[in-house]
């Protein structure tokens, strides 16, 4: 887990994204109706919890998620809304477009490697708002639950509420038993700064050099926690195993090929606290 600082996304911007954000979630219910149930897959989507078909206890959140590249989406309303995601949307791409410059050079490629590799401009990005609501009892609820992000670098903003914790590194994340024993460690953020997490894709993509790291949102009582994200993929339909060149000579790939969509329908398809698409990829 990193924290980015100078990352040129005005302070401006980013109050903007968090009242548009909320104004988004204060809007009468039947605007945000059209948008629930559906498919993982659905454009633009917005519901509670994770996955409500295969969770036994229901989290403390609300969502909104909007696939915003290569084609747009976001909902109509509030009006200047969508204007505002778009923004954020294309200047979050070009923050994690020159990260994976300087991941390519950190594997001894030439900085565009992995654009070319994953054909960035193409890329398959995913907005994501969630909504805490304050909570009476916040040690019986949870947020989001243990996962890792699908796709590459995953951007995270939050207003002042405290929550998201990452899992210290423990010698078998996988297995449920010992993830209760492990230890969580809150991540306070520095003022305008962003959380970028590590997908399971790049652990894919870099063989292993680049591990997905396993995080969670925690609730709290006082007031209502809201984070965005935007998460940052290829293109949703090529298949993509460790990256030729980033594989050392004698270097056995340690994960099988598997496309985006196939990624995230496998997370949608299970309980999150296990890391579902590494799981089933790993050789
Ligand atoms: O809200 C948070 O602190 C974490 C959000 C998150 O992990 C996600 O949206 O994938
Ligand atoms: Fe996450």
């Given at each position: 887990i990193l924290q980015l600082i100078n990352h040129g996304v005005s302070q401006t911007l980013r109050e903007e994204l968090?009242?548009?954000?909320?104004?988004?979630?204060?809007?009468?219910?039947?605007?945000r109706k059209q948008y629930e149930g559906g498919n993982i897959l659905d454009p633009i989507k917005c519901g509670t919890s994770f996955?409500?078909?295969?969770?036994?206890?229901?989290?403390?959140?609300?969502?909104?998620?909007c696939h915003v590249h290569p084609h747009f989406h976001a909902p109509l309303k509030p009006t200047g809304f969508s204007k505002i995601i778009e923004t954020f949307c294309?200047?979050?791409?070009?923050?994690?477009?020159e990260l994976l410059k300087g991941i390519s050079i950190s594997l001894g490629q030439e900085e565009n490697y992995i654009h070319k590799v994953i054909n960035y401009e193409s890329s398959f990005q995913i907005f994501v708002i969630n909504f805490y609501q304050p909570c009476p009892k916040p040690e019986l609820a949870?947020?989001?639950?243990?996962?890792?992000?699908?796709?590459l670098p995953t951007l995270l903003l939050q207003n002042d509420l405290q929550g998201f914790q990452v899992l210290h590194s423990c010698p078998s994340p996988k297995k449920k038993k010992i993830l209760h024993s492990c230890k969580w460690?809150?991540?306070?953020?520095?003022?305008?700064?962003?959380?970028?997490?590590?997908?399971?894709?790049?652990?894919?993509?870099?063989?292993g050099k680049y591990k997905s790291n396993i995080h969670r949102a925690i609730v709290n009582n006082k007031g209502t926690r809201i984070t965005i994200g935007a998460a940052h993929g290829p293109p949703?339909?090529?298949?993509?195993?460790?990256?030729?060149?980033?594989?050392?000579?004698?270097?056995?790939?340690?994960?099988?090929?598997?496309?985006?969509?196939?990624?995230?329908?496998?997370?949608?398809?299970?309980?999150?606290?296990?890391?579902?698409?590494?799981?089933?990829?790993?050789?």
């Open positions: 968090l009242r548009a954000s909320q104004s988004f979630y204060d809007l009468p219910e039947q605007d996955n409500v078909n295969v969770e036994k206890n229901l989290l403390w959140r609300d969502y909104l998620k294309k200047t979050s791409r070009e923050i994690i477009g949870m947020g989001l639950p243990p996962h890792s992000d699908y796709g460690i809150p991540i306070q953020p520095l003022p305008n700064s962003f959380l970028l997490n590590t997908g399971d894709h790049m652990e894919i993509l870099t063989n949703l339909d090529d298949t993509f195993g460790p990256a030729t060149q980033l594989l050392g000579e004698h270097d056995l790939p340690l994960y099988q090929p598997i496309t985006y969509r196939d990624c995230m329908n496998l997370q949608q398809s299970n309980e999150l606290d296990k890391k579902s698409c590494l799981d089933h990829v790993r050789i």
